[in-house]
């Protein structure tokens, strides 16, 4: 109790002394961590939405002809022996006029003219979830359109793939600004606590000779850079809520924002920024401390 | 006949030598036993070798040859996690103050009693006594790098002997004071060593030492030597 009671008596004065450089730094690791956590919210937002894209991927196979039953059970075989399916959906002509004309509804006499067995005959093949990326989609449906009597197979390409670039890039973002953060954070805490330790070399200096140990000397400095991490990380993250608040009032609607259900991270997501952030803080204050106090 | 009993030793110096690069020979060959609860003067011309005396034992400067024990341990080998507890068992009071110019007298004197985790309460009752002794009390919350020479001098004495060490290292304790302080200082050292804390005072101020009782050391051209009026007197021949 002593302990620390005196130890945050020291660290009270040290803030109290250096306030317009913790300030700044503050100031900095808030902002590193704003920008990381906005890119990152964003991706983990267009995760969810590629997850549930990929509970809507529906792979379409028109044939040529209407396939007899036992052919049917055969393409069946030849479907599941490449790639396990979460369903086979077989789509007779008669089948795919009355759905056309049903979504139709009130303009359907736009089909007066046209023979009921215009439309070709199709299998809809719903694949597994474990089926997630661009390349395994790409080679199932490959794999699809050389079955016998098939035409066309379609899934929404374009689409897709778009969308898979558009998560690649937010991946990279993400990354970058992951590292920036983590430089930021590490250098600036660090920076700060050197221009401290410099600043106090004569106050250390004389507290080593009345017998400070290590830790009465180290432990301020540490409890600063876990209190930078902490605050930093904390004023970072109400700024991104406050910012997501006001996005979300003021784009909600009909839009992407309605497509892709934006939501603000969890408490644990939350909760291992913070840990990262005061694990950055403190291993810059410490590695410091090493560089330039020698104790 | 009944041997008198072996006094144990707080300080032991065999054979020390210190050299300041280049080649300042600052002390040469000194032997020196100091024991518990003992109170002695070391004096000698300005460059004689004083200072470097009391930084070999507080564990500031290590010799070049020789020994130097404090409280049991060789100074030369002692290890970085005992060095902050043999320095909290000694106060010193430095000829130019180490004070810290933008704290206060209290804080001042409370850091060495801090840094052994002293609580807060027994902190502030200290430094107040310690100010009242020294007639210092309406300075408790006045900078040190405000005060007059004498008065930090005061503020560093009363920062060495705060914590209560074993031992007390004084380097020109009175230099810089009046008679009347001077007479308030050497009480307070008087009570400390009654108590029975060993003090070292190096001092050119012979007024001091001079009615004592107490041995007096007398350096010259970092060697010790006998003073000229009295014996240097060995912990065995001690009243």
Redesign the interface.
Known sequence: MKFFSTILLQTNRNLQKTWPTQFMTLLTVSLSVLIFSFFFLIYTNMIKAGEKLGDDLRLTIYLEEEPVLEMQSQLVRKITNFNPVEEIRFTSRDDAYSRLTTQLGDNVDVLDDLDSSFLPPSIEVYPKKSLSSLAQIKRFSEYLSTLPGAIKVQYGQEWIERFNYFTKLLRIIVLLSGALLILTTTFMVAYTIRLAVVARQAELEILRLLGATNGYIRTPFLIEGFLQGLLGSTLGLLALFFLFRWIDMHFSGPGLLQLVDFAFFSPTIIAIIIAASITLCTGGSFSSLRKFMRI | METPPVKKSIVEIVRATKIYTPDVVALEDISLSITYGEMLFLTGMSGAGKTTLLKLI?G?ERPDKGLVEVTGKDMNRIK??E????????G?AYQDF?L?PDRTVAQNIA??M???????RTIKKRVIELLQKLRLEHKHDALAGKLSRGEQQRVTIA?AVANSPKLILADEPTGNLDYKTTKLVMELFEQCNISGTTILIATHDEGIYNKSESRVLELHSGRLVQPADRTISTPNNMP
Not at chain 2, 83 to 90: E, G, M, N, V, Y
Not at chain 2, 114 to 120: D, W
């Open positions: 507080c500031m970085g996690g060095t902050p507890q043999l320095r909290q068992q000694i010193m180490k810290l850091m060495s801090e840094v052994s985790y002293q609580n807060s920062r």
